[in-house]
């Protein structure tokens, strides 16, 4: 039986030419190294940023913490008191003192901080949710979308500070809001709950703050297929079915990383207490602050140190609540 080889054997374009030496791709060919910067120079501006901006500030913040301030400057040491002062108060140990097994007053300020931060993102998350579905799902145009989204983030453009000192001729006793009540009928005298309250401090931070929970929702909305939602109407699922089924999942790593902005910023909040609460209120940025003013900067730091451990703990729930890597 005759075999015919593949050099001469006819094809759909007729007989194919035996390959030549210099058309064969060579080996080394192949694994010709490509010249470049080496890796080395690429990362470094990035570690070098790292470890100036970063590292370098939280090695200083944690040797600080261990030093004693005295009445004229810092002693370097190794002084673990300033710890204990933050966790135990006078007459801790004392099964007959009033403050015994009693939290000392920067724990407590820690909790009423954490406190506050949750019902802060609570009313950001319900209010910033809806805002962020009806621009990512009801409104159809790209261009209004990218132009009531830019209204949302019109006040992110002014200065913070500015932002929280607007809200005193709105909420004081002859500001824009009880005017308005006063002209309504009403009330027959300005509140006085509305500025340097508990409800003045909430409202200013929530307004503050709701824009961070807008953004990354409406890109998780705005990223979801219109033809998943489809199908599951032709399937018969009601418009309640079809948000708890497929809506709220795939919106869910928005809202986990809108929790994370507005949890880290809130927990380092201090300005909007003093300015719209008064100083009727500490929060650990305050304290951070009053330590500073008097020149303790261990105790100071102490207390940054136990902020940021708090931040840690709290994103890393955050994250174990919703998986975002598993849900992008």
Known sequence: MN????????????????PTEQALPKASSRRQHVEGFPVAWLVAPSVLWLLIFLVIPLISIVVFSLWTST??????????????????????????????LKFSVFIRTLGSTFA??????????????????????????FKWQMALFLVCMVPFWTSYLIRAVAWMPMLGRRGLLNSFLLSLGLIDKPASFLLYSEFGYT?????????????????????????????ARDMGATAFQIFREIILPLSLPGVAIGMIFIFVMLMGEFATAVVVFGGKTST?????????????????????????????????IILRLVNIRKEL
């Open 116 to 141: 506050y931060t949750l019902e802060v993102m609570v009313l950001c998350l319900l209010i910033g949710y809806p805002i962020a579905y009806f621009l990512a799902r009801r409104v159809t145009s």
């Open 284 to 316: 650990v940025g305050t304290v951070i602050l009053n330590y500073y003013a008097i020149a303790n900067y261990p105790f100071a730091a102490v207390n940054a140190i136990m902020l940021m451990l708090a931040m840690m703990i709290g994103v890393v």
């Open 71 to 100: 009445g004229y400057g810092l002693e370097p040491g190794f002084n673990i008191g300033n710890y204990g002062e933050y966790f135990s108060s006078e007459g801790f140990f004392d099964p007959e003192h009033r403050n015994f």
């Open 203 to 231: 409202t200013a931070l929530v307004q503050l703050y709701v824009v961070l929970s807008v953004g990354p929702i409406f890109f998780s909305l705005a990223k979801i297929d219109t033809d998943i939602i489809e199908a």
């Open 3 to 18: 075999q015919v080889t593949s050099s001469n054997h006819p094809g759909l374009v007729g007989v194919q030419p035996e």
